[in-house]
């Protein structure tokens, strides 16, 4: 168990997936009990072990959602109490970000609250889902609409 708690701890104890808290007490056969999942699927970690010779990062999930997304690649859902048009795949637009830097557009809204709101909340949960990674975010004014997008610091 030294690398679930080590891995555990790291991730602050917080489903990568849901961003939901993970008891470490928990059963690991219970669908909220603790379990080690990679951010990539197994056939896209195995071509970039051939590129690069590298292992993707474990990170902490829970038994249910980890299983829940298999063998496919992830994706990290947009609440629900945020309003947003044409959102954009959070995982996609994370690893490009870490991978090339630059701009990524991840919403329209239609009000300045909806906008800052949007930004908060992919602020903190970026945080968590890549770490390392400086952000910034940016709200532009566009034609009625408000564009929410992310920037390498």
């Known amino acids: 168990m030294g690398q679930l708690q080590d891995v555990g701890e790291a991730d602050g104890w917080r489903c ?3 961003d939901e ?8 056969n219970d669908p909220r009990g603790a379990s080690l999942d990679t951010r990539i699927s197994k056939a896209r970690a195995k071509k970039k072990k051939q590129d690069k010779g590298n292992v ?4 902490l999930a829970h038994k249910g959602c980890n299983t829940g997304k298999g063998a496919n690649d992830p994706v990290v859902p947009w609440p629900d109490h945020l309003i947003v048009v044409d959102p954009a795949p959070i995982i996609a637009a994370a690893e490009r970000l870490e991978r090339k830097g ?9 009000t300045q609250g909806d906008a800052d709101a949007v930004a908060v909340w992919l602020m903190d949960r970026l945080s968590r889902l890549t770490p390392g990674l400086a952000l910034r975010t940016e709200i532009a004014s566009t034609g009625g609409q408000y564009l929410v997008s992310l920037h390498t610091s």
Do not use: K
Request: charged share 30%.
């Open 16 to 18: 990568w997936l849901c």
């Open 21 to 28: 808290p993970v008891d470490p007490e928990m059963s690991p």
């Open 56 to 59: 993707p990062a474990e990170r």
């Open 102 to 110: 630059g701009r990524e557009a991840m919403a329209r809204c239609p």
